[in-house]
Each structure stands twice: as structure tokens, then as C-alpha cells.
């Protein structure tokens, strides 16, 4: 068993989730926690010194940023074993960690696990804002039963599969993922292509963190403009697609982007700031597939 923690200049957060597994009941079939800085250098290896004696750590680093990327490059090293992600801004329930390891123990394959996950607010949006965040600003349970995952809803900071499936799947999409222009999506199309092949989602409600949420990931312009790079990957992946339905979504994408536009102009007396809010998302989703499907874009 090892555990795979990506991290780009968050050394804060970084120690925090170090500490929480130096805290944790850690089964004794954990051999290896990498931590695996990319991008931009930020002491990453230096604040990880004051756990080696605690942690079985090994440092790694790409100067690529992009996690996707980094996560690929400690997989690369792997044969066999089982890997727990946990992103370096979660606090981990003591129990998590070895949640996992009982659900892997006596199997070498074939399941992938989802730990629930709630989150920790610098400052909590408003509360009807929360319906159009996504599970990582907002939380994710599936109850407080294991029970099997019928969809890719595992989400990248909390999650555990075996590393021959991971491979076989073909690991990470580098193109996508934190660190890209296309910043989500990377775990659910892996995900996706594991059930495919087969293997089952398992849900573990004791494989419980916290993510670190901060101000600015749970605004009203990050949430619409992470709904245009969620429209982008619909759109990169329509580029694709036979002409005939590239052209008809494209221009389906363009007339909404007008309807909604002009909508939202001639709203601003009588709707409400949800119901504005609302149309707002729409529009930049319908914006993002539309920009997703033009050459400029996939050039980039």
C-alpha cells in the first residue's frame, strides 16, 4: 500500500495533511507515502524533512504542472501495489487510511474505493450558492453504508485503486487535471474507463477528510468560470466528433450563449440573485463547449 500526495505551493496545507497521518491509525501495509511537487519549486522537500522520521516518505518532483502529471510519474514506478490519493489541502479522519486497507485486504485488483468527503471553510458561501458547487467545495457523502458505486463518483482528493488498474486504464490524462487549461475531470474519466473494464466502484463512508475550501474556491466568479472549463472539456471532446454533430452542438452551444446573455440583461429588475445566478452558469457552461470545439482552443 502506498499513498500518493500531489502538491503545488500549498506548504501549509502540505504539513497539516502530514500531521493528520502521523496522527492516523496507519496499517502496518503501508510502505511508501510520495509526496510529488510539480511546477514551481516551493520547499516542498524541505518541509516534508521533519516527518521522515515518522513517515516512510519519498520526494519527488516535475517541473510540469500539472497534477495529472506528477501523479503519472510516481505510477510509472509502480507494480502491484495499492494507492490511496489524498491532495496536500485535506485533513484526514484518523480512521481513513487503514478504511482503505481493509477494503483492499486480499485483493490485488478489480474494485476502486471512495472515501466521503466534507470540507473546511475559510468562508462558507451563501447557501443557495452551494447548489451550483461542485462536490469538492461543497462535500460528498453516499450515506454511512458501504455500498457499490454505480457511477465515476470518487472524487481525486480522496480515492484508492490498484495500480494495475490505474495502468491498464491508462493512467492519467495529462492534458487535463490542475495545472491545465482544462482544470477538472481528469479522476472521473479514469474512472470511466475502469468500469468499462470491469472494474467495480466501491463507496467507503469511514475513508472520511475534510477538503481545505478557501474564499475564493467558493465565489460566485470561480463557480462560473469553472463551469466554462467543465463546458471546455465537453467541447474538446465534441472537436472530435463527426462533423455533422460538431456543427449542430456548436451551434446549439451559440444560441444559448445569446438567449442567455440577452436573459440575464433584461432580468436584472426582477429576478432574483439566484435565479440570475442560475442563467449566468448556464451561459458560460454553453460558452466553454462552444470555445472547447474551436481550433484555437485545441491548439492550446
Known sequence: MIIIIPTCQRGELLERTLQCLVDADLPDTLKR?????NGKKEQAEAKIER??????LEYRYTP????????NLVLEECAGEFVVFFDDDVRIDPGCVRAYAEAAKGKTGGEFYAGKCLVDYDVAPPEWLKDYLPYS?????YGDKICELKEPLALGFNWAAFADDLKKAGNFNAEIGPGRLISVGEETDLQKIM????????YLPAGLVWHHVPEERCSLAWTLERNRRMGLLVGRKL???????????????????ASLRVL?????????????FHYQQR???????WQGQQPCEQSK
Not at 468500469?195 to 466501491?202: H, L, N, T, Y
Open 51 to 56: 516527518f521522515r522520521a515518522v513517515l516512510p
Open 137 to 141: 467545495a461543497k462535500g460528498w457523502s
Open 264 to 276: 440575464n440583461a433584461l432580468g436584472r429588475g426582477f429576478l432574483s440573485d439566484a435565479k440570475r
Open 64 to 71: 510540469v504542472g500539472s497534477k495529472s502529471h506528477a501523479l
Open 283 to 289: 451561459h458560460h457552461w454553453n460558452l466553454g463547449v
Open 239 to 257: 472537436a472530435d466528433a463527426p462533423a455533422p454533430k460538431r456543427i449542430s452542438k456548436a451551434a446549439v452551444a451559440l444560441g444559448k450563449i
Open 33 to 37: 507515502v510520495y509526496v510529488v511537487e
Open 195 to 202: 468500469f468499462s473494464q470491469g472494474v467495480k466502484g466501491v
